[in-house]
C-alpha cells in the first residue's frame, strides 16, 4: 500500500504493508519506522478514535506532543473551524507544543530532548 501526504508542499510517498484491518474498527501498519493503529468503537453516543504507536523513549514526548496537535487539527476540522496543515517543524512551532512536549516529559518520566526551541533564552 502506498500513504501519500495531503497538502504538503513536496507530496510524500511510504510504500507499507498493512498488518491488520478490520473494517470499520481496526487499520494497523508499519509507517516511518513505527507501528501504527488505529481503532473506532462505539462511546457515549459517539466514536472514540484511538492511536497506537510505538515511539522511541528519547523522543517520546515529543511524538506524543505532535499527535496531540494532529488530533488537534482533526478536532477543529471536524468542529467546522479548521486550522490548515500544521506538520514536522511547523508543528514545533505551534503555540503550545513546547508545554505539551514538557508536561507528556513529565508525565512519561523522560528528560525533554536537547534541541533547539522557540523559547526565547533567559
Known sequence: MKLTTVGAPTPQVSETTV???ERPKVLEYHWG???IRWELEAFGGGTRLT???NIDRRFISMGAAGWHICFD???H???GTP???IVGPEAMKFGGWQ???AEYAKQFG???PGWPTNTPKR
Open 33 to 35: 519506522g513505527n507501528d
Open 99 to 101: 508545554r505539551l512536549n
Open 110 to 112: 523522560v528528560e525533554i
Open 73 to 75: 487539527v482533526l478536532d
Open 19 to 21: 498488518t491488520r484491518a
Open 77 to 79: 476540522l471536524l468542529g
Open 51 to 53: 492511536l497506537w504507536t
Open 83 to 85: 486550522l490548515g496543515r
